[in-house]
């Protein structure tokens, strides 16, 4: 008996719903593992309901050498390079998106090239650079790293969603005139507020993550983000401190959760220019 197309087209909409519910447990197991674990006061590493509910594993981190200082580090370092990096990258991917030129296509190549390096193979020049210009072990040199390796892709985003924004309406400043700058910070970026969210939340969160460069970049144990410091509930000969280091974990996430749940708005407004340049 020959299958329908309804037969076919269910078939494969089941077997579509099976491998997404298989890869929404891929995720959802380990976020279950960190939730379960920080509340388990026998926590481990399976996944299970725990024993009784304890709050004693936040009673331990919470501590200012613990997570206070490293969670600081980690808003003074993010906060400061992502603020570098949507500035920069709007101020390059301006002239880029309103002026025409055959470097334009070469000059965003070369860009995009350069996020495909791997972050290892130039962390040994950069290394001996920042030794030379004392920059090692300071903030602002680990700041000026994080800015500079994430603002390529920023541009190339960045450049993309300025792209919509229509040009008559800058033109229309112009003639009263405004700037160029006046044009951007007054007409371009409010309108483009979801692509500034958008940059702003990819580079926080990629910086945020980020393990190496603070690990190679500094020195002094009190300068060390929370990105570096988790690794200290790792202990020798294989001992983990499981519990604690799920109350880290929930502790560490909440300023990307909280950063995006205050710029969400923005990010579903779209750019709403629909009749802006008519008549």
């Given amino acids: 008996m020959a299958r329908t197309p309804a037969s076919r087209r269910t078939r494969r909409r089941l077997a579509a719903d099976a491998g997404l519910l298989v890869a929404a447990a891929a995720f959802v197991l380990p976020l279950a593992w960190v939730v379960l674990s920080a509340l388990d006061p026998h926590a481990g590493l399976r996944v299970k309901a725990p024993d009784g509910l304890t709050l004693e594993h936040f009673d331990a981190i919470l501590d200012q050498g613990v997570t206070f200082t490293p969670l600081l580090n980690s808003l003074v370092l993010c906060g400061g390079a992502t ?11 301006y002239p880029l998106s309103r002026f025409r030129s055959r470097l334009n296509r070469p000059f965003l190549l070369t860009i995009l090239f350069a996020t495909s390096l791997p972050i290892t193979a130039i962390m040994v020049p950069v290394y001996a650079l920042f030794v030379r210009v004392n920059l090692i072990d300071t903030l602002q040199g680990t700041i000026f790293f994080f800015a500079a390796s994430q603002l390529p892709f920023a541009v190339w985003l960045m450049k993309n969603f300025m792209d919509g924004v229509p040009k008559e309406l800058e033109e229309a400043a112009w003639t009263d005139g405004a700037s160029s700058l006046q044009s951007l910070l007054r007409i371009v970026l409010p309108l483009m507020g979801p692509g500034v969210a958008v940059v ?5 969160v990629m910086m945020w993550g980020n393990f190496f460069v603070p690990f190679m970049l500094l020195l002094t144990p009190d300068q060390m983000p929370a990105a570096v410091s988790i690794n200290e509930f790792f202990g020798n000969r294989g001992m983990v401190a499981y519990g604690q280091l799920a109350a880290f974990s929930i502790v560490y996430s909440t300023p990307v959760i909280l950063l995006y749940v205050l710029i969400s708005r923005r990010l579903g407004g779209g750019f709403a220019l629909g009749g802006a340049v008519k008549g």
């Fill in 200 to 204: 702003t939340v990819f580079s926080f």
């Fill in 83 to 93: 603020l570098l990096t949507v500035v920069c990258a709007a101020l390059a991917a």
